[in-house]
């Protein structure tokens, strides 16, 4: 077998070069760039039309019933908070542990994290009844002393996301400082105008990195939690429910390794593409990918383990109505989404298992695609049998979403990818300072390794773990 | 948002439903359904339509169960060996008398036999799966051997809708009703996915626009509003009639008397199927019910010394707390 | 009145850097001590704090202060505003429930604390309105190395002898009085 190089990144690369390969990015994609966000653009269209239709005549027209009362729209936000999550995984933990490999995608990621957040927001905004009413759920001092109901886990839900979103965007926003002070230094025109305001006055003073690192490492470690109580939150909406299939205690654990497990294929689907998009493929290289798809791998395992529990549990609890929803989904009318689901969530990821599969870019494309479509048909199989089939049998019945949930859920993907690629525009998508980090990091290992301890005098410099946020 | 307050009555507000709840209940209505006096005429569900607004949304729009009726009354075919008695030469009378007894029900063949799903939970005689499975075909009805069972809204004591709504539109008064608050809905619909009656009714449509074409919109209850989209709604225990009477009762000085007004469906209902009263008053005929029956509030699992009572209270398992019993219909064999 | 000097030297070996601190450090030039250095660096080192000597950063002081603040403000937020809603007893829940207090508790706890870092980052490393460094230079963004120092009449030549002698690549420096 060949001998792959294990190196994340060429460690030779010129500083300079990694700046200008970073700058030039956010000035000369290639054409499927533009191709992509034209597509964005008119997929975005679509929903907003659907979602006018939708303003305009009011739920009915999505085909909810009686029984039906949320459907695709709570599952797709669910998915969308879910692909948030990987991001805050990759870059606060991997931050954490101190994996090195992280520092190349873990920018795009939390972009990633902060936009689907976005996307996720707008869903409970769409499914609303009465969406100009919305500002009710936020707890605000009114004369009548009505406040929102704490009790109610869509209000942790409103909580947590605002949370998160603020979190994720100002650890973005916080990371991309010292890089936003490198655009100022070379941006001209309007960048020029927005990175001298957005780089806060960044100089890399000794006072300033010192701060920054214990910042960084702070926001890192307050992130982690975050991310976890988020989806736990966001599993309340069905586990504090007393429905059938909803009320199920490991709902936490399970929504938050299958959040993780959809955001690493999100990361490894947008990876392929930034690294085609923007020429990138001097930094995010074929070692980190397999890296990438690794730690996928193991989240797979995780959660695959943790849905075949549930199943178990309801299994074994035998209580009746859990378990008729179980079997809606095994070989009742679900069963073509269940079986499609368990297929590419459950099955696939073991191709992963392969290196040759792990290196090959147009199969991981493909791969990636068919995990987050599987994830996607999971959380419908959450929220729908249980709706269509609850405790009282004469409210059983079955409702397919129409065409305008299904344009609003189409219409999603092309917001996401609309805001997402314009950012990737704006911003440098590669971390610059991270990157010149890990070559110096690595380049001190490697020389550290080769001359074993002959520099121990100047051991400031060589040879030297790394410590952080002591 | 004062801490004295807090400190003050701390106790107060730490009180859930097993220690008696945070209220002083004024009344506590509540309702009994006979189901062995109910023959499924849907007069209540008629009744419910007129008096409060509910608007008739269509045959499209109600086969896609987006019908509004706050008051149902469900069929079960529960039997579905169920047949006729019909005298023949086996079972007439004289047989019996020259010594040959009929066979007993289960023994008979019915001639048209309906498929009887695995498990417990069964519609028409058919499981969920079977129903709307692939090979699920629109179920035949019976000709014999159906139930049926009026359903309101509950108005449960701990409700499962209320504690879920994001805004508070839905909340428990002091007289033992579960509120809906219009106004304040935002139309997360939450309350109605946790709902395991299925009791709460979303307005998907402006049904307004068309359900009342003229002159029928003179016929609208001027006591109550007419509700548009985003909306959700349910029954009431037709709470405006509540008000009126427990007005007048104040303005007189007096406690409101049994009897002295009942709510739509219960005064339409031909074999007084439903009865409707205040709990709390213990000669209201309501409340004699309950006690005959040995039926609690509370808990989520009657202890009954005679087995034989028929009272019920539907998914009391669940901890809902329902404040409609159910009088269990007993069959002739 | 005397004369005041701002030099920046730039380095682009972080050896050389370290090597120049370390003489700094042991006084090879009267009057500057290694103190008074500021260094701007296009990277994060840690190394930086064995030559510099441990310099206190406070951000997390200010952490702390975001945590308590988002633990007991947002505890009695919920509590308080709760007590005032009496219209709301629900599901035969109590008026006060304390299980959902406790997730929405944690989520300000994690908001505040994560507001107040990143205001303590931006005040305490002097960004947003603070002082900036009058010489600064582009490569420090690129792959360079400065050593910024206050000097007056007697350290200036010394100093900047002891720049040239760590292969200096480029000295700025600024005058005033």
């Known amino acids: ?470 | 948002m004062s801490i004295t307050n807090l400190i003050n009555d701390w106790s107060r507000y730490r009180k859930g439903a097993e220690e008696g709840g945070f209220h002083e209940y004024e009344h506590q209505w509540a309702m009994v359904v006979d189901l062995n006096k109910c023959i499924g005429c849907n007069a209540c569900s008629v009744a419910c339509y007129a008096e409060n607004n509910l608007p008739v949304v269509g045959e499209t729009r109600f086969a896609k169960n987006q019908g509004m009726h706050w008051m149902r009354v469900e069929r079960f075919w529960d039997e579905p060996d169920l047949q006729p008695y019909v005298a023949t030469a086996s079972n007439s009378l004289d047989a019996w008398i020259e010594g040959n007894p009929p066979a007993p029900r289960s023994a008979l063949k019915p001639s048209n036999p309906a498929p009887i799903a695995e498990g417990m939970l069964e519609r028409d005689g058919k499981g969920f799966n079977e129903q709307f499975g692939f090979h699920g075909t629109k179920s035949e009805y019976q000709d014999f051997g159906g139930s049926f069972l009026p359903m309101m809204c509950q108005q449960c004591h701990s409700a499962t809708c209320e504690p879920v709504c994001p805004v508070a539109a839905t909340y428990h008064t002091p007289d033992g009703l579960n509120a809906q608050v219009y106004n304040r809905c935002i139309g997360s619909r939450y309350c109605s996915n946790n709902c395991p009656y299925r009791l709460r009714f979303f307005n998907f449509w402006s049904y307004y626009e068309d359900a009342w074409p003229e002159p029928l919109h003179m016929q609208l209850n001027p006591d109550l509003t007419v509700r548009d989209k985003g909306v959700m709604e349910k029954c009431t225990f037709c709470v405006h009639r509540i008000r009126v009477v427990k007005d007048e009762a104040r303005m007189e000085n007096r406690k409101v008397k049994d009897g002295e007004f009942a709510t739509a469906c219960v005064q339409s209902c031909p074999t007084s199927a439903l009865v409707f009263g205040d709990k709390m008053d213990p000669d209201s005929q309501v409340a004699k019910l309950w006690n005959a029956h040995q039926v609690k509030q509370g808990p989520y699992k009657q202890t009954k010394e005679n087995k034989e009572l028929r009272g019920y209270r539907i998914l009391e398992g669940l901890n809902t707390d329902p404040s409609v019993m159910y009088l269990e219909r007993v069959r002739e064999v | 009145m005397r004369k005041k000097y701002s030099v920046m030297g730039l380095f682009s070996d972080f050896e050389e850097v370290f090597c120049a601190l370390e003489d700094i450090k042991k006084n090879k030039v009267p009057g500057v001590t290694v103190d008074d250095v500021r260094l701007m660096s296009p990277i994060e080192h840690p190394e930086i704090d064995e030559v510099l000597g441990e310099r206190p950063s406070h951000v997390r002081r200010v952490t702390l202060c975001g945590s308590l603040f988002g633990i007991i403000g947002g505890f009695y937020f919920l509590v308080t505003s709760q007590s005032d809603f009496l219209v709301q007893p629900q599901g035969g829940k109590p008026v006060v429930p304390i299980p959902s207090n406790i997730v929405l508790t944690y989520e300000m706890f994690i908001l505040f604390s994560v507001i107040a870092t990143v205001l303590g980052f931006l005040v305490l490393s002097g960004l947003l309105f603070g002082k900036r460094e009058k010489l600064y230079s582009e490569k420090v963004g690129v792959d360079q190395i400065a050593i910024v120092l206050d000097l007056n009449e007697e350290t200036y030549e010394p100093i900047k002898a002891l720049f040239r002698q760590h292969k200096v690549l480029e000295i700025r420096e600024e005058v005033s009085k």
């Open chain 1, 1 to 470: 077998m060949k001998h792959i190089d294990e190196k994340a990144i060429d460690e030779e690369i010129k500083w300079a070069k990694i700046n200008e390969d970073v700058l030039r990015h956010m000035e000369t994609p290639r054409k499927a760039y533009w191709i992509a966000l034209a597509t964005s653009f008119i997929m975005f269209l679509v929903g907003l039309t659907a979602e006018v239709y939708q303003y305009r005549y009011g739920l009915g027209v999505a085909d909810l019933n009686r029984s039906h009362m949320w459907g695709l729209y709570i599952a797709t936000f669910i998915f969308w908070v879910g692909a948030s999550h990987a991001g805050t995984l990759l870059s606060a933990f991997l931050h954490i542990i101190h994996a090195e490999w992280r520092r190349t995608i873990y920018r795009f990621a939390e972009a990633m994290t902060s936009v689907a957040l976005m996307t996720a927001a707008i869903f409970p905004m769409i499914h609303l009844g009465r969406v100009w009413n919305l500002y009710w759920v936020v707890p605000y001092v009114s004369d009548r002393e009505i406040w929102s109901n704490f009790r109610s886990p869509l209000v942790w839900d409103a909580f947590a996301i605002t949370t998160y979103l603020t979190c994720s965007l100002t650890f973005l926003y916080v990371g991309m400082i010292p890089d936003l002070a490198i655009c100022r230094d070379n941006a001209r025109g309007w960048r020029k105008k927005l990175y001298v305001v957005l780089s806060v006055g960044w100089q890399g003073t000794d006072r300033q990195w010192r701060n920054f690192r214990k910042t960084y490492m702070t926001m890192a470690c307050f992130l982690l939690p975050l991310a976890i109580s988020v989806h736990s939150v966001v599993s309340s909406d069905f586990a504090v429910s007393l429905m059938p299939g909803w009320h199920v205690t490991s709902f936490p654990p399970y929504f938050v390794a299958g959040a993780l497990y959809s955001g690493c294929a999100g990361i490894m689907t947008l990876f392929i593409i930034m690294r085609y998009f923007f020429r990138l493929e001097d930094y995010m290289t074929v070692n980190i990918m397999e890296k990438l798809c690794k730690m996928t791998f193991a989240i797979a395992m995780v959660w695959t383990y943790l849905i075949l529990a549930e199943f178990a549990a309801v299994w074994y609890g035998h209580n009746q109505a859990d378990k008729e929803v179980l079997l809606a989904k095994f070989y009742g009318p679900f069963a073509p989404y269940f079986w499609a689901m368990m297929f590419l969530a459950v099955v696939l990821p073991f191709t992963l298992a392969f290196q040759r599969l792990r290196r090959n870019m147009a199969a991981l494309m493909v791969l990636s695609i068919l995990f987050n479509i599987g994830m996607w048909l999971e959380r419908w199989m959450i929220v729908s049998p249980t709706l269509s089939h609850a405790y009282n049998p004469e409210s059983w019945n079955m409702l397919w979403p129409s065409i305008v949930q299904w344009c609003i859920v189409f219409g999603s993907l092309g917001w996401f990818g609309m805001i997402f690629l314009v950012f990737c525009k704006i911003f440098p998508m590669v971390s610059m300072y991270e990157v010149k980090e890990m070559v110096f990091h690595q380049k001190k290992d490697l020389l550290g390794h080769k001359h074993g301890h002959s520099h121990a005098g100047s051991g400031h410099v060589v040879g030297k773990p790394s410590v952080e946020g002591a």
